[in-house]
């Protein structure tokens, strides 16, 4: 191991960085653990829609007139939150590269911010957590019972699977905020911070297509 860690640093490179390959560049074992990992969970979501959309098809009545509608303006407004999210990790990223601690954590704060408050949403959406502010019983208390239809069953499945991954990145970042306050990137060597980047992109990636087909498409 010590003889593996001074051929990098003869080359000078950090002990966490490959020497440069002619077909994955300089990526580090971490990236390329991270895009298999996406790849494997993009599988997943790609089987429990394409399952949505079987059920869906097959069905000749997909919404009871006892179940109740979507909120689609307020999940919207969730998916705007959502991108501006992705924004924000952006430039987190952008100053840990420039070795800007406080603004980096500025910017890894909001995005947790952002996580959490799309969590908050999606409890007020099923439970009406929230409701001395919204007005809004939540779904279940209108009748949405997981387990008395498809239409019940595939959209909380879905949603809350997705929901998982949201709470997962919202505490990756958390991590990554408490190790940036800990100076633990300020030599510029930022990609944690980048694998972190990857996993919330996709997260958020996964939100549009799920909110597309679930929430947008006419259910008759």
Same mark, same amino acid.
């Given at each position: 191991m010590s003889h593996a860690i001074a051929e990098h640093q003869h080359v000078g490179l950090m002990p966490d960085q490959w020497p440069e390959n002619e077909h994955f560049g300089k990526a580090t074992a971490g990236k390329l653990g991270m895009?298999?990992?996406?790849?494997?969970?993009?599988?997943?979501?790609?089987?429990?829609?394409?399952?949505?959309?079987?059920?869906?098809g097959g069905s000749d009545v997909w919404r009871q007139p006892s179940e109740p509608l979507l909120g689609i303006n307020f999940t919207a407004g969730l998916t705007f939150l959502l991108i501006c999210s992705s924004v924000t990790m952006v430039m987190a990223?952008?100053?840990? #590269?420039?070795?800007? @601690? !406080?603004?980096?954590? %500025?910017?890894?704060?909001?995005?947790s911010v952002g996580g959490g408050l799309f969590?908050?949403?999606?409890?007020?959406?099923?439970?009406g957590a929230f409701a001395f502010?919204?007005?809004?019983?939540g779904l279940v208390h209108e009748g949405l019972i997981f387990g008395q239809?498809?239409?019940?069953?595939?959209?909380?499945?879905?949603?809350?699977?997705?929901?998982?991954?949201?709470?997962?990145?919202?505490?990756?970042?958390? #991590?990554?905020?408490? @190790? !940036?306050?800990?100076? %633990?990137?300020?030599?510029?060597?930022?990609?944690?911070?980048?694998?972190?980047?990857l996993f919330w992109h996709f997260v958020d990636l996964i939100w549009i297509l799920v909110f597309t087909l679930v929430y947008l498409i006419p259910l008759d």
């Open positions: 895009w298999l990992f996406l790849l494997s969970d993009a599988f997943s979501f790609g089987g429990l829609l394409l399952a949505y959309g079987i059920l869906r990223y952008a100053a840990v #590269v420039e070795k800007n @601690r !406080t603004k980096a954590m %500025k910017f890894l704060g909001l995005t969590l908050c949403g999606q409890m007020q959406e099923y439970f502010l919204f007005g809004h019983e239809s498809h239409y019940a069953t595939t959209f909380y499945v879905i949603t809350s699977f997705h929901g998982l991954h949201v709470f997962s990145g919202v505490t990756y970042m958390t #991590v990554m905020l408490v @190790r !940036t306050a800990l100076g %633990k990137y300020d030599d510029g060597n930022y990609n944690h911070i980048e694998l972190c980047g």
